[in-house]
C-alpha cells in the first residue's frame, strides 16, 4: 500500500468510527476529491499554549519545513517571499471531527454528507528553510483555532487540498486512534510528510 493510500484509509477509518456511511467516506476521501496531502505529527511546540506539556516554550506556530513547504507553496514564490509577509489561506474542519477532539457527543445529522466549517488559517514564512502555519492564532477563524485547541504532542494534523475547489481539509486525529491503525507512524513517516495524490488510482 502506498503511503498516501495508507494516510488516506486513516482519515476514512477515523470518519467511519465517527459514524459516517462508509460508503460515502471511501468516495469522498479518494484522489477524486483531493490531490495532496499533508501529515504533522505534532510536537510539544506546535500545539496550543493550554495543552502543552512543557510550558517553557511558547511557540504555538506550526513550523513546516522540508519538501513538506511545497503543499503551500511551489519553490519559485516561496524564495521571492517576502517573510515579514502573512497570508491567509481558506481551510474547512468538521463539526463532527471536533465533537470527537472535545469528546462531546458526536451528532452525525446525515452520514451521506460532511459537515464542514469554513474559515481561514494563516500562514508566514520564518526563513527559507520553515513554514509557520498558524502563525497568527488571532487571526485565524474560529473553527481553525477549535481544531488545534482539541490536539495534544503527538497527534496527527492531516490536511488534504481539493482537487476542484480552493481550499484545504483539517482534520485531527489522535495519537490513540492512529497508534492501531500505523504502530509504526514515527518509523514510517517523516514528522511532516507531504504526499501528492495521484489520479491514476482511479479504478474503472
Not at 505534532?42 to 504555538?60: C, E, G, W
Not at 474559515?119 to 492564532?137: E, F, P
Not at 482537487?163 to 483539517?170: P, Q, S, T, V
Request: charged share 25%; with cysteine; hydrophobic share 40%.
Amino acid at each position: 500500500m502506498a503511503a498516501h493510500d495508507m494516510l488516506l484509509e486513516l482519515v476514512r477509518d477515523y470518519f467511519i468510527d465517527i459514524g459516517f456511511s462508509a460508503l460515502f467516506i471511501e468516495d469522498y476521501f479518494s484522489e477524486k476529491n483531493f490531490k495532496e496531502l499533508i501529515s504533522i505529527r505534532l510536537a510539544n511546540a506546535n500545539v496550543m499554549i493550554r495543552n502543552k506539556t512543557d510550558r517553557s516554550s511558547h511557540q504555538t506556530h506550526i513550523a513546516i519545513t522540508g519538501e513538506a513547504i511545497d503543499f503551500f507553496y511551489n519553490q519559485a514564490d516561496f524564495i521571492q517571499m517576502d517573510n515579514k509577509v502573512v497570508e491567509k489561506r481558506k481551510v474547512y474542519v468538521t463539526e463532527s471531527n471536533l465533537a470527537a477532539l472535545m469528546e462531546q457527543n458526536i451528532m452525525v445529522s446525515d452520514v451521506d454528507r460532511l459537515d464542514r466549517l469554513g474559515g481561514y488559517v494563516t500562514l508566514g514564512k520564518r526563513t527559507q528553510k520553515q513554514v509557520q502555519l498558524s502563525k497568527r492564532n488571532s487571526e485565524n477563524s474560529e473553527c481553525f483555532n477549535t481544531l488545534r485547541l482539541g490536539l495534544y504532542e503527538n497527534d496527527l494534523l492531516i490536511m488534504l487540498k481539493y482537487r476542484n475547489e480552493e481550499g484545504m481539509l483539517a482534520i485531527g486525529i489522535p495519537q490513540t486512534f492512529y497508534l492501531d491503525y500505523i504502530p509504526n507512524y514515527a518509523n514510517k513517516y517523516e514528522t511532516n510528510t507531504y504526499l501528492r495524490i495521484p489520479m491514476q488510482n482511479i479504478q474503472g
